[in-house]
Nanobody
Framework: QVQLVESGGGLVQPGGSLRLSCVAS????????MGWYRQAPGQQRELVAG???????NFADSVKGRFTISRDSAKKTVYLQMNNLRPEDTAVYYC???????????????WGQGIQVTVSS
């Protein structure tokens, strides 16, 4: 059984920074995509940033230049560094990963439970 466990959220003032972490635990044979989505009240869940095993990454236009994403494959962990936070970044952030959980060449998508990020003065 694979679990994605997020940490690092909280309350921060506009212009501040937070670093989110997500670690994959359980039976993990390989990870391709690993990234972050967010969902604000009344809005659809959207991609924030993601990184692939081949080193590629992508970002939502709204966070380019402010957020960076990195991963430590040995630790099965992805990090989202969020700088210059704005009130509109307020949302529940979800870790999302494409994981091979058996010796068979099969990848499944997993979601974390979500972590609240609130940007407010």
């Amino acid at each position: 059984q694979v679990q994605l466990v997020e940490s690092g959220g909280g309350l921060v003032q506009p212009g501040g920074s937070l670093r989110l972490s997500c670690v994959a635990s359980g039976t993990v044979f390989g990870i391709d995509f690993m990234g972050w989505y967010r969902q604000a009240p009344g809005q659809q869940r959207e991609l924030v940033a993601g990184t692939f095993d081949d080193g590629g990454s992508n970002f939502a236009d709204s966070v380019k230049g402010r957020f960076t994403i990195s991963r430590d494959s040995a630790k099965k962990t992805v990090y989202l560094q969020m700088n210059n936070l704005r009130p509109e970044d307020t949302a529940v952030y979800y870790c999302h990963a494409n994981i091979r959980d058996t010796i068979a060449p099969r990848f499944l998508y997993y979601w974390g439970q979500g972590i609240q990020v609130t940007v407010s003065s």
